[in-house]
């Protein structure tokens, strides 16, 4: 029940928003989206306290018949992989309210029953262990993010929101099929209707000869397909740079901090367990195309004269490493991608919040229209630069843990790998350090930085959290690789 | 037992005489007709009543008619759209000055028509029952008379719909011929002795031909997007689901009854071939178009594609999927055509996409359900067109036909793009300095919203309608 409560709650929030609230009680619409999505996070706690991180099953298992005689299942599941990813995602949204509170002035109600519909949609996803419900919940976060680019995005939001449904949704339609497919082979092989994850990863999906006569190939590519336009892998990722530099500043949260993060657990949860032998494949592509995304990220960041379309580059950049780690194997690489996408949640999505704050003051992006904002903004600065260092993996921040992890587990199978995407690192290094050097250090030159305001209290109290979490994780780390530890070497293991 | 037969027919009876009496009704008590349309929509109410309370008898008046958990559920689905229909008619009537007795009259004979076809399985039935729902749509569609458009849809869909009908009827005299019955419970013993029969085959071919005219399947599909556009929009709401239903229904009977499993290789990739062709070019043109109504035609060829995969792949969860389908289309479809009907200022004019500029945040109750509608045409989750199509595709896996259900997932893409263009106009373009003057009716407000709560509720929980569709897809499967 607790799950369920988890999932709903946003989502039941939103809908009574939008059936009951009048259009114009403006502050009560922003209310309820920041209690919801408060009262999410703290049923996210309370499951955490409930979970057992010796166990590296699924816990608090609910299943309910949906379409019982095909084998549809109401099924929710949580393991440490799914709590991570949970406690990110419930953790970033009420963020996400906060730091909007005054930059949404127009159709207040329509983003906040968007952002709670989605919230659902991202919790769902990664709770359902039904591969019938894993579909809806996933796609179910398609039109609200839609909708959010859509309205209350920039100039060029239109384009970059059709862009993003119709790149999503050519990936996981070919999935639905594929789901069909993997329910049809259990009815074969067991004699019963089923889509349950766990009834998957008990089928025997044979690898035939050639790639368009096997049935494991086609299907890892059908999931691969749809999980790898969210990472987004290069060179899918063309969706990314739009849909993130139009979004509003709580759609680029949510979209780098949660969305991104749902096509590496999708290649972890389903392709991994459900298809091994065709992932050992498809591992030389996959880390080809994670080094070619990485150095190509950072590249084409260090390239953008817009900030927001720097932090967005870098985002292919960050999700090559994940994908690196989750490709080389091992518990320690698998570790680091995992904790490397809470990383890229928390300072990607920092940095677009950042980003965000500047742009209210400023009307502008442009790296150009900036420099010496230190001495304006000290308190800004100070946050930009905490981010940056963690987001460059400076030794005690959290963005070190993850790509040590990553590189270090990475080593023994993928030597040469490794050392490519270590100058991944220092080319984003130098990236985040020369915007930092032109925004805030550089002489003010254009007078209307002169007298900006520094951070209001509640962009502190937006931002506060993740920094917290920034150092947290830096520091000890293991208070979140315990979580995931006996999960992810079940998944390794096996 | 004339009886039992009678008592099998008493929402048909009810409907016939009620329909008369609204004729009548028209000439003797003219101060009634504001109430016609809430009649209309209360006598659809009261025949889907009797159809749930009296019992299923099975085969009735000597085995012509065959009143099953089929007949029920197909009855409810007509009734559905009769109701959905008579309801959004009477503000339209009341707008074009034309709130006459004889319209419902027409609709209620029309939804006799269709299920009649439906029940039977003896094919002249069919054909009387096809013939009385096509010569009461003729008569609907040029419904509004002082305008052009409206008398070139009805001269069309004449037309065409007598040329399909002599189509299908030569079809089944050359049926007629190869097997000597025209039951086709019967005509299924005497095929197994002539395998292959050329006057068999012809005449199968020309049926199907016949039905597809009414599907508006490619290649017969031409003349759909000039019939919708010119149609009054309540007509062309009744017309794009129910003579579908009732098509796709009999195209399922014959299937079963003629075509048995081993035989049907062939048969199955024509039929999938049909399918791909509607699917593609629907989606397809259907980009092109500016005018909503056009563009609705062009997607509802493109959802009989989708739907005869389901024929293509048959079995007992292919024929259930159809029926799913159709009950799935014609909630969303009615909903967008009463919105379309509510959104326009004059009924001579186009209907445009432009038009809805910026109409989602002033008129938030309807535009919400036409972007509810267009995401269920679309098959987004959690909406019925979501439900429908899993089940088609599923159908279509199951029967080893995964190419087709990956042609059909790719048009789904396809399709996205001008369902969303509907949303993008409402929510993400500026109102127009002029802005239009539309008028929105409780009626139309009552069925769009009707239409939108069964999209959603039927989307989460897809088992009530399909536990139905099951059973009724049992009597025809065996």
Redesign the interface.
């Known amino acids: 029940m607790l799950l369920s409560i988890l999932t709903l709650t946003p989502g039941v929030v939103g809908l009574l928003v939008l059936l009951l609230v009048p259009?114009d009680a403006v502050r009560l619409q922003r209310w309820a989206g920041l209690g919801a999505s408060l009262a999410a996070f703290a049923v996210a706690l309370l499951v955490w306290s409930r979970f057992d991180p010796a166990n590296p099953g699924f816990q608090l298992v609910e299943v309910r018949p949906?379409?019982p005689?095909?084998g549809i299942f109401y099924r929710l599941g949580m393991d440490g992989i799914s709590l991570v990813l949970v406690l990110l995602t419930t953790l970033l949204q009420p963020l996400v309210f906060i730091s909007s509170w005054h930059a949404i002035k127009d159709?207040v109600k329509?983003y906040v029953v968007a952002m709670l519909l989605l919230e659902t949609g991202m919790i769902g996803a990664f709770l359902a262990t039904d591969l019938?419900l894993f579909?809806?919940f996933w796609?179910?976060m398609?039109?609200p993010m839609?909708?959010i680019i859509?309205?209350w995005g920039g100039e060029r939001?239109?384009y970059a929101?059709?862009k993003f449904?119709?790149f999503t949704?050519?990936g996981s339609?070919?999935m639905?099929?594929g789901i069909?497919?993997l329910?049809?082979l259990h009815?074969a092989q067991f004699g019963s209707w089923s889509f349950a994850y766990e009834d998957m990863t008990r089928l025997v999906i044979p690898m035939g000869q050639g790639f368009w006569h096997s049935p494991q190939l086609l299907l890892f590519a059908a999931f691969a397909l749809a999980f790898a336009i969210k990472v987004p892998v290069w060179p899918l990722h063309t969706w990314l740079p739009d849909a993130h530099v139009e979004a509003p500043t709580g759609g680029s949260i949510i979209l780098a901090g949660v969305l991104l993060k749902l096509g590496t657990f999708g290649l972890l949860r389903f392709n991994r367990t459900l298809f091994p032998e065709a992932w050992e494949l498809a591992t030389p592509l996959f880390v080809v195309l994670a080094v070619i995304a990485i150095i190509y990220g950072a590249l084409v960041s260090w390239a953008q004269k817009d900030i927001k379309k720097l932090v967005a580059y870098s985002s292919v950049s960050h999700m090559g490493f994940i994908i690196l780690g989750l490709f080389a194997g091992g518990v320690a690489a698998t570790q680091g991608a995992l904790l490397q996408m809470v990383n890229h949640g928390l300072s990607t999505g920092a940095l677009f919040m950042l980003v965000g704050v500047i742009y209210e003051r400023r009307h502008t992006r442009l790296i150009e229209d900036f420099g010496g904002l230190a001495a304006v903004m000290p308190y800004y600065a100070g946050a930009f630069i905490l981010t940056t260092l963690a987001s460059i993996g400076v030794p005690g921040l959290n963005g070190f843990v993850g790509e040590f992890l990553i590189l270090a587990g990475a080593f023994r199978t993928q030597r040469l790998a490794v050392v490519l995407a270590a100058t991944g690192i220092i080319l984003g290094a130098v990236y985040m350090l020369s915007l930092v050097q032109r925004v805030f250090w550089n002489p003010l030159t254009n007078p209307a930085n002169e007298k900006l305001p520094d951070l209001t209290w509640y962009e502190v109290l937006a931002f506060a959290p993740l920094a917290i979490l920034m150092v947290w994780i830096g520091v000890h780390p293991s208070t979140f690789l315990s979580i995931s530890e006996a999960a992810v070497t079940r998944l390794i293991g096996g | 037992m004339p009886v039992n037969d009678l008592a099998a027919i008493l929402p048909e009876l009810l409907l016939v005489i009620v329909g008369a009496l609204l004729a009548l009704a028209d000439s003797f008590a003219p101060a009634l007709r504001p109430r016609f349309g809430l009649l209309g929509a209360v006598t659809a109410i009261a025949a889907g009543l009797l159809r749930w309370l009296v019992p299923l008898p099975g085969r009735v008046w000597s085995g012509a008619l065959l009143v099953d958990p089929m007949a029920r559920f197909l009855d409810t689905y007509v009734l559905v759209a009769v109701l959905l229909c008579a309801l959004m008619a009477d503000p339209y009537l009341a707008r074009t000055k034309a709130r006459l007795g004889e319209f419902y009259a027409l609709l209620l004979w029309a939804a006799v028509g269709a299920m009649v076809m439906m029940k039977s399985d003896h094919l002249l039935v069919i054909f009387v029952g096809l013939e009385l729902l096509s010569v009461c749509l003729y008569a609907l569609n040029a419904f509004h008379t002082t305008s052009v458009v409206s008398l070139e849809a009805g001269w069309k869909y004449l037309v065409v719909g007598a040329f399909s009908a002599a189509v299908l009827l030569f079809g089944v005299a050359l049926l007629y011929g190869a097997t000597g019955t025209l039951a086709l419970g019967q005509a299924a013993g005497a095929l197994a002795a002539l395998p292959g029969s050329p006057l068999l085959l012809a005449g199968l071919a020309l049926l199907f031909a016949g039905l597809a005219f009414k599907l508006a399947l490619v290649p017969f599909h031409a003349w759909a997007p000039d019939v919708y556009q010119g149609s009054p929009t309540p007509v062309t709401a009744f017309l794009s689901v129910v003579p579908k239903g009732a098509a796709l229904v009999v195209l399922a009977r014959t299937v079963a009854a003629l075509l048995p499993p081993p035989a049907t290789v062939r048969w199955t990739l024509l039929l999938a071939a049909v399918a791909v062709l509607s699917m593609t070019l629907g989606n397809l043109v259907a980009i092109a178009q500016r005018d909503l109504k056009r563009m609705l035609a062009y997607s509802g060829i493109a959802h009989m594609g989708y739907a005869l995969v389901g024929i293509a792949a048959f079995g007992q969860d292919g024929v259930a999927a159809v029926l799913v389908y159709v009950a799935a289309y014609t909630l969303m479809n009615i909903a967008a055509f009463a919105v379309v009907s509510a959104f326009s200022e004059g009924e001579e004019e186009p209907h445009l996409v432009t038009d809805l500029a910026g109409q989602g945040?002033v008129r938030?109750g309807l535009s919400f359900a036409l972007a509810v509608a267009m995401?269920s045409l679309a098959g987004?989750?959690?909406t019925v067109g979501?439900a429908a199509k899993?089940l088609v595709?599923?159908a279509a896996?199951?029967d080893g036909l995964?190419w087709l259900?990956?042609v059909g997932?790719?048009n789904?893409?396809v399709s996205?793009?001008f369902y969303?263009r509907v949303?993008?106009y409402l929510?993400?373009r500026p109102l127009p300095k002029r802005q239009p003057q539309y008028t929105e009716p409780l009626a139309v407000r009552l069925v769009a919203g009707l239409c939108a709560v069964g999209i959603f509720v039927l989307g989460v929980l897809?088992?009530i309608v399909?536990e139905t569709a099951?059973l009724a897809a049992r009597t025809l499967t065996r």
Request: glycine residues 4%; hydrophobic residues 65%.
């Open positions: 259009r949906w379409l005689q095909y159709k329509g019938f579909y809806v796609e179910l398609l039109l839609y909708f859509g309205v939001r239109v929101a059709v449904v119709l949704l050519a339609l070919l639905l099929v069909i497919y329910s049809w009815h | 945040w938030p995401f987004i989750p959690p979501f899993f595709f599923r896996v199951l995964v259900a990956v997932v790719i789904s893409l996205v793009f969303l949303v993008y929510y993400m897809p088992g399909l099951e």
